[in-house]
């Protein structure tokens, strides 16, 4: 989309594609490209968003304001033939509160981060993530990985 890659020289890929490529190649709808990013890239750098941190910002912003605790399990499994992701989004104060639907963001952050831990369909056993409010305000993270079983 942008025209460029991270050249791995000697090794047999192209490496990191930007987010935008990834998520085209994933078929989604590009994110737009902020034209002052853009016009001051390498100039004002501004460092890029990992995936899980992305993830991590989309559940806090898609979560209801009173969870203190998130826990967000993500599974992959088929639907109609196709590569799915399954999400079970809670918080273990609020039982009532949890739902089995994530919104775009969560998962276009979802789906980037499932690609890029395990590419091929049928290799990702699963992730938990967890996010707790620190006094602070800010969010303490952790992530384990699923057993394939």
Avoid at 103 to 132: C, D, W, Y
């Amino acid at each position: 989309m942008n025209g460029w890659f991270d050249l791995q020289a000697g090794q047999k890929d192209f490496g990191d594609l930007p987010y935008e490529d990834q998520e085209h190649l994933a078929g989604m709808e590009p994110t737009g490209i902020d034209p002052m990013a853009a016009l001051t890239n390498g100039v004002l750098s501004t460092p890029r968003i990992s995936a899980i941190e992305e993830l991590t910002e989309a559940l806090i912003q898609y979560t209801p304001p009173h969870f203190e605790i998130i826990q967000c399990t993500i599974r992959e499994g088929l639907q109609h033939g196709q590569r799915a992701l399954f999400y079970n989004i809670e918080s273990p104060d609020y039982p009532d509160d949890g739902t089995t639907v994530a919104n775009e963001r969560v998962h276009r952050a979802a789906t980037l981060l499932v690609q890029q831990m395990s590419p091929q369909q049928g290799t990702f056993a699963g992730i938990r993530l967890k996010l707790t409010m620190q006094r602070d305000g800010s969010w303490q993270r952790s992530v384990d990985s699923l057993s394939s079983s």
